[in-house]
């Protein structure tokens, strides 16, 4: 080959290659499924050393036109200064999620606002309808979204959310510091060998925060069951001795699930059972603590490879007798 027609050979590959590149990367985020993810999101409110926790998961179908045509989030704050400060909220108004970004940098913003319809409740009381709060309408959380090909990275920089333990009183909840993403759902149900894991700030009755994570493996039945276990809770008060704990469930009976294909949603509970074990690891002292029928509940979507968990609520109880009562978990179950 001439080194003339080889050059223009290579420029035309390597021109190519760049183009593929390029439109690859291209901003983009089509009208379709996304999961929605955004953890380790510390807070403040408006009172001092009142500092607190939230994460976002859920899904939206997306217009392509900078709004929703469906969706399903759920937003859990836990407040590490107050016992059953809320809110959980369940957001499933389409015009809750709003977004636009430039095409040329993919940078833009993405805002979730609650809606009247949608329903928030004070700490652990996610799903009493009498105890769900009205002074969460029009509030919202602002995140930078940085858009790829049909996916984007979200990081939060505001909120006007309240944090809430009744009807009529809550504090400002700002400098929200979450980061997460937005990628395209893929069809994945709960069944079958599934890894979970998940981690996340709490608070106890004693309005004491601390963190809570698990991993394990299980088997799930497609009856809402399952059909082999083996998951280790281990937990932590931050602020005070002797709570620290261990668990360790293996009957399967301690799973319950439940899941709907079209909804793209459902919960998960992993529950203590009569022959699982909890015990104190509080320098090293191995005492039993007694959690027989106490549970973690979660809100369960469909995500990207996966599922996504965001907790709901906790009974569990921690070594110094205190309930685990308002828990700020975000974890996954994938295959």
Do not use: W
Request: proline share 4%; with cysteine; charged share 15%.
């Amino acid at each position: 080959m001439k080194p003339g027609k080889f050059l223009a050979t290579v420029g035309a590959i390597l021109f190519g290659s760049v183009f593929a590149v390029g439109t690859a990367r291209a901003a983009t985020l089509a009208k379709g499924g996304y999961s929605i993810t955004a953890h380790g999101g510390g807070t403040e409110t408006n009172q001092p050393f009142d500092d607190g926790h939230m994460d976002v998961a859920g899904f939206a179908v997306l217009d392509g036109k900078g709004g929703a045509t469906a969706l399903n989030l759920t937003v859990a704050y836990q407040d590490d200064d107050e016992d059953n400060d809320g809110p959980t909220c369940l957001l499933t108004n389409p015009a809750d999620l709003t977004y636009s970004f430039a095409k040329s940098t993919g940078i833009g913003t993405m805002t979730l606002t609650v809606a009247a319809d949608d329903v928030c409740y004070p700490g652990n009381n996610y799903g009493n309808s009498s105890d769900a709060v009205t002074i969460e309408t029009g509030k919202s959380i602002s995140f930078v979204l940085y858009a790829g090909a049909n996916q984007a990275r979200l990081v939060s920089t505001s909120a006007t959310l309240l944090a809430v333990n009744t009807s009529s009183n809550g504090e400002v909840i700002f400098g929200p510091t979450m980061a997460g993403q937005m990628k395209r759902l893929t069809p994945v149900r709960p069944s079958g060998q599934m890894l979970l894991n998940g981690t996340g700030q709490t608070t106890n009755a004693s309005g004491r925060f601390g963190h809570e994570s698990l991993a394990g493996s299980v088997k799930l039945t497609r009856k809402g069951g399952a059909s082999a276990l083996d998951v280790t809770p281990v937990y932590s008060d931050n602020s005070y001795y002797g709570s620290a704990e261990t668990c360790h469930l293996t009957d399967p009976a301690d799973v319950a699930y439940s899941f709907v294909s079209k909804n793209k949603m459902g919960t998960f509970t992993p529950t203590v059972g009569a022959n699982d074990a909890c015990y104190s690891t509080y320098s090293g002292s191995g005492t039993p603590i007694s959690n027989s029928g106490n549970s973690l509940t979660f809100n369960l979507y469909q995500g990207n490879g996966g599922l996504v968990l965001v907790s709901t609520n906790s009974n569990l109880v921690d070594g110094n007798g205190d309930t685990i009562s308002d828990p700020g978990v975000l974890g996954y179950l994938v295959r």
